[in-house]
């Protein structure tokens, strides 16, 4: 096992250089504007604009470029400096880690249980009024866009501009550590909305996975032994059913974490996936760079935990 | 309780499912008993009903949207009438149940030993590590080696033929008064099958249980039973003690699975007689005897008439559902036993031989 998880964590590192040189290679030839000249602002002279580009390196050889990158990348962990602000790329993101999680954890929490919740309701009475109107809304919140479902409750709840004042409304973010109170009722209206259509899916996705369960022999050994049908349903019917879902849950978290543009856009919360938006916009390489390369090692590490806790979760797989 | 009042008696049984296609009638009236300490095979081909019957007996069938009639008394109480968590009470505790596929009845996640914990704790109340050594005890007891260590296993540890004594472990966990054996041995090598009904008649000995054995074998039948009932479409068509279901065969059907099994005394060249045709729809059964259109003795009259369960004359342990004369059958079945093929023996006893099988399925030239 411990062999195992040596090999993927390897491969794990083989698989970020690969995507670190993939992105230093779309950056230096799709075409956007010159770094250079972005930086100068208005001071557009060709002098101005040679002397910055010779101060990021700009001049030398493509070659020399990457092997600068990749060295400072993979040897000293930096990210590089943000072309727009001049901040350290590794603060940047680090600044902006703690919203992004805060949102993410939470709302998989709410999603997880009430997900979960449905789900289990429902393939409990297949086909009955209460599975058909759940699944049924199940499948409008899936269809219902972040940013459209942001909007909406914003405009109904938000305490600035809502018609109903009773949450705090877009860019009301404070950190946890500042105030655990703001930082809970802030994230409320986010959370919910990044929940929404995940906990539609995983509604779906638990229902079908239990309703097959339920229908295993074991599940029929269970009865018979004389379990009650909670027992019966819990420990053996979800124990089974949730294995693919926890799966999904860990992809889906480490996604996220990159990549909860939509939402933190929207409740203009200050997270990783805002940071990547608004490098995109001022063409500030290093700093998209550095969000694309977290958010792929989020993706990474979520891949190796789920591959181990799977081996803990079903004893028949074993690795060797 | 008088000491003759049997054990399980099973009254009228029917178990219907509404389905899209129409109702299936699984279990169309059957009464059966069991008496403790006894035997009961149940045998029959797929899809005749024992299955359902004998899940109905612990109320397995109930979420399935099962309509049961008739009753089940069990030492006194109808289960048909019980309330789910009085049923619960009862199952795994005085009744219990092993199932054909041990691999895929035991829970693939949890050990062995926590599994059997379990059915101990849901009717005891007793401790986790005391749950645990009466695991360890269980296993020992169907002759598991090592049964402290292999506690800690998973099933997909064990080999094929453990499966089946740990679900019988874990059936037997409470000491059950009947132990209800679903196929128990078809899922296993021939080897295997041997040590498991062995396992199941030494265990039946020591701890004085009732066994309901259902198979499609009749060679287990042979092997274990001491009383047979013979299902074909939701019915009983025949019940006796295996001595005489093997003896003295009255009903064509039970002829027919007779035939159908090869033996060692047979003479080689003798052939194999498959019962022709296959089961029929439990939607929409053949109307009278529903073994009608595979009986190569079937007269005219046998499509309409519907035949009780009526005691054979001179044997009153001897029931059989067939509206053949007692006395023409047993002249058949000596024709049959000595090798003859059921249309010589037909012309030896002086009936019209059964037209052909026109619709192989058995589905709708049934009725007309």
């Known amino acids: 096992m411990t062999r195992y998880i040596i090999r993927r964590l390897l491969w794990g590192v083989l698989l970020l250089i690969i995507v670190s040189a993939l992105l230093f290679v779309f950056f230096r030839i799709l075409p956007t504007g010159d770094p250079a000249a972005l930086r100068a602002g208005r001071l557009q002279n060709p002098k101005v604009i040679a002397a910055i580009r010779a101060d990021l390196g700009l001049n030398k050889p493509l070659i020399t470029q990457f092997w600068i990158y990749m060295k400072n990348l993979f040897l000293h962990f930096d990210l590089g400096y943000s072309y727009y602000s001049s901040a350290s790329v590794k603060s940047l993101i680090f600044d902006r880690l703690p919203a992004t999680i805060s949102l993410v954890l939470g709302g998989a929490v709410i999603w997880v249980f009430s997900g979960l919740a449905v789900g289990i309701v429902s393939a409990l009475r297949p086909r009955s009024r209460l599975d058909r109107g759940s699944m049924g809304g199940a499948l409008v919140l899936v269809s219902a866009p972040e940013y459209w479902l942001g909007l909406i409750l914003l405009y109904a709840f938000a305490a600035d501009i809502g018609q109903i004042r009773i949450f705090p409304g877009a860019n009301s973010y404070v950190g946890l550590t500042t105030d655990p109170v703001k930082w809970f009722t802030s994230l409320i209206l986010p959370w919910l909305v990044l929940a929404a259509g995940n906990a539609a899916i995983y509604a779906r996705l638990i229902r079908g996975s239990l309703i097959e369960v339920m229908g295993q022999d074991y599940i029929r050994t269970a009865r018979a032994k004389g379990l009650s049908e909670t027992r019966v349903v819990l420990r053996h019917g979800v124990r089974s059913a949730i294995n693919p879902i926890l799966t999904i849950l860990a992809l889906d978290i480490g996604v996220l974490l990159g990549s909860a543009v939509l939402v933190e856009t929207v409740f203009d919360i200050p997270g990783i996936g805002r940071l990547n938006y608004d490098a995109i916009t001022h063409a500030d390489f290093p700093v998209v760079q550095g969000t694309v390369l977290v958010s792929a090692l989020f993706i990474i590490v979520a891949n190796i935990l789920v591959d181990i806790a799977y081996a803990y979760l079903d004893p028949r797989v074993r690795y060797s | ?368």
């Open chain 2, 1 to 368: 309780m008088s000491p003759e009042e049997p054990l399980l008696r099973v009254e009228d049984l029917r178990v219907e499912f509404p389905t899209e296609d129409g109702i299936v009638h699984a279990v169309d009236g059957i009464t059966y008993q069991v008496h403790r300490g006894r035997t009961l095979g149940i045998v029959g081909e797929s899809g005749s009903g024992k299955t359902v019957a004998s899940m109905t007996t612990l109320g397995l069938t109930r979420g399935q949207g099962a309509h049961v009639s008739g009753r089940i008394l069990f030492e006194g109480r109808d289960l048909v009438a019980l309330s789910d968590r009085e049923l619960r009470a009862i199952r795994g505790n005085d009744i219990a149940m092993v199932f054909q596929d041990p691999l895929s009845s035991l829970h693939p996640f949890y050990r062995v030993g926590a599994q059997l914990v379990e059915a101990v704790r849901a009717h005891r109340d007793v401790s986790r590590s005391m749950a645990r050594e009466r695991a360890v005890e269980l296993l020992g007891l169907v002759g598991i080696p090592d049964p402290s260590r292999r506690v800690d296993d998973y099933p997909h540890e064990f080999s094929g033929g453990m499966r089946q004594r740990a679900m019988i472990a874990m059936a037997l966990a409470n000491e059950p008064k009947l132990l209800i054996a679903d196929e128990p041995t078809t899922a296993l090598d021939v080897t295997v099958q041997a040590q498991i009904l062995a396992l199941m008649e030494r265990l039946q000995r020591e701890l004085g249980m009732a066994i309901v054995i259902i198979t499609h074998d009749l060679g287990v039948i042979a092997e274990v039973a001491d009383d047979v009932a013979v299902m074909y479409a939701g019915r009983i068509v025949e019940t006796a003690s295996a001595e005489l279901i093997f003896s003295g065969p009255e009903h064509p059907y039970t002829w027919g699975l007779l035939k159908s099994i090869p033996t060692l005394d047979t003479p080689r060249e003798r052939e194999l007689v498959p019962i022709p045709g296959t089961p029929p729809s439990l939607i929409n059964p053949p109307s009278g005897c529903h073994f009608h259109p595979r009986c190569p003795y079937a007269q005219p009259d046998h499509s309409i008439i519907d035949p009780f369960l009526e005691p054979a004359p001179g044997e009153p342990d001897h029931h059989v559902a067939c509206l053949l004369a007692a006395e023409v059958r047993r002249r058949l079945w000596a024709q049959l036993r000595v090798g003859r093929t059921p249309a010589a023996a037909l012309a030896e006893v002086g009936l019209p031989l059964a037209p052909p099988i026109s619709d192989p399925s058995g589905l709708g030239g049934a009725r007309a």
